[in-house]
């Protein structure tokens, strides 16, 4: 069973740079669908960003287009979210999900959280202006 470790989360000015890091310690997880997803207080799970099969394809939320990024480092089994240009309404708690058949990523509309079994236990992120 594959587990997410997140972190990298915390406080910063709009404006600002944040990177995220999700590890699946003791697998490779180049062929499944992984993604980071938010929630902030009061709304629903919100896919962010997700990417399949070492990176041939890549979904990212219309208001992160350009700002966010979804790197990945198969050697180090780790998934990154690059924040930059952070605006306050990017305050959520963020989550790392996996998807280790790779359906998730294959949807023609934004991802949806119910189509990933495998989550990590969040990591906050707050921006202030």
């Given at each position: 069973?594959?587990?997410l470790v997140e972190s990298g989360g915390g406080s910063v000015q709009t404006g600002?740079?944040?990177?995220?890091?999700?590890?699946?310690?003791?697998?490779?997880?180049?062929?499944?669908?992984?993604?980071?997803?938010?929630?902030?207080?009061?709304?629903?799970?919100?896919g962010v960003a997700t990417i399949y099969t070492g990176g041939r394809y890549t979904?990212?939320?219309?208001?992160?287009?350009?700002?966010?990024?979804?790197?990945?480092?198969?050697?180090?089994?780790?998934?990154?979210?690059?924040?930059?240009?952070?605006?306050?309404?990017?305050?959520?708690?963020?989550?790392?999900?996996?998807?280790?058949?790779?359906?998730?990523?294959?949807?023609?509309?934004?991802?949806?959280?119910?189509?990933?079994?495998?989550?990590?236990?969040?990591?906050?992120?707050?921006?202030?202006?």
């Amino acid at each position: 069973q594959v587990h997410l470790v997140e972190s990298g989360g915390g406080s910063v000015q709009t404006g600002g740079s944040l990177t995220l890091s999700c590890a699946a310690p003791g697998h490779t997880y180049s062929s499944y669908c992984m993604g980071w997803f938010r929630q902030a207080p009061g709304k629903e799970r919100e896919g962010v960003a997700t990417i399949y099969t070492g990176g041939r394809y890549t979904y990212y939320l219309a208001s992160v287009k350009g700002r966010f990024t979804i790197p990945q480092d198969n050697a180090k089994k780790s998934l990154y979210l690059q924040m930059n240009s952070l605006k306050p309404e990017d305050t959520a708690m963020y989550y790392c999900a996996a998807d280790t058949f790779g359906h998730a990523c294959l949807g023609a509309g934004p991802p949806s959280a119910a189509d990933f079994p495998i989550w990590g236990q969040g990591t906050q992120v707050t921006v202030s202006s």
